[in-house]
């Protein structure tokens, strides 16, 4: 199994561009997710997902769009990159959603370093 | 509202000195917690998780956690520290309130270890 892959590694975008930052898993995981990492900040919650065809917000969506559209795939977009969104982008999976029962350990990608100038 | 939290974004230790990185949660549900760790420049790697049961959880690279209910807290030992250590400590669990879809990280702890 390659596990959690991401793509690209780096990227610097203008102010106002678009683009999409890969993320696919072939574990058969469920629950997918989509992290930033900023100094100081820990890793905050941008979108989740606990299922194709099912998608949710979490601390931070503002500017971000996701679709699930496979259980492999879970993409995350940038509709006008703006300075504000330079971070490192984290997808994670895990076999199952959170629940009531336990939660299970999340797997994470190597990350994306994004720069918007 | 942040619902777990670590207290102490730097923490410094000589090698062979007790290592504790502190965690609170917050949680009306039952907290499902876990540690991770982030070596400079990669992704992150689970040390350690606990579920309900044994408060004393042991992970990889001899840390250890206990979960203390009285107190909300899962703080992160280990007995002696080796150079190898130094890295970002994130606590990492459940939001609080009924939802078990969000998933939050404390601010992280980057343990420096002195010769």
């Known amino acids: 199994n390659a596990g959690v892959t991401q793509t690209p590694k780096f990227q610097v975008l203008k102010t106002g561009q678009s683009m999409t930052l890969q993320c696919a898993q072939d574990?058969?995981?469920?629950?997918m997710s989509w992290y930033r990492q900023d100094p100081g900040m820990g890793l905050r919650l941008i979108h989740y997902?606990?299922?194709?065809?099912?998608?949710d917000q979490g601390e931070v969506p503002n500017g971000y769009n996701v679709s699930r559209s496979t259980t492999e795939d879970f993409p995350l977009r940038l509709l006008s990159a703006a300075p504000s969104q330079t971070s490192v982008y984290f997808c994670a999976s895990s076999l199952l959603p959170p629940r009531l029962a336990g939660i299970e350990e999340q797997y994470f990608g190597p990350g994306t370093r994004l720069t918007v100038t | 509202a942040q619902s777990v939290t670590q207290l102490g974004s730097h923490v410094s230790v000589s090698e062979g000195a007790l290592v504790l990185l502190r965690c609170n949660y917050s949680s009306s549900v039952p907290p499902y917690l876990f540690w991770y760790v982030q070596y400079p420049n990669q992704g992150l790697q689970l040390l350690l998780k606990y579920t309900t049961g044994a408060t004393l959880v042991k992970g990889i690279n001899g840390f250890e956690a206990e979960f203390k209910k009285s107190e909300t807290s899962f703080h992160l030992t280990k007995p002696s520290a080796h150079m190898s250590d130094a890295a970002e400590y994130f606590c990492?669990?459940?939001?609080?309130?009924?939802?078990?879809?969000?998933?939050?990280f404390g601010q992280g702890t980057i343990l420096t270890v002195h010769p």
């Open positions: 997902s606990v299922g194709a065809g099912i998608t």
């Open positions: 990492f669990g459940n939001a609080g309130g009924t939802s078990y879809g969000k998933l939050t």
């Open positions: 574990m058969n995981h469920e629950y």
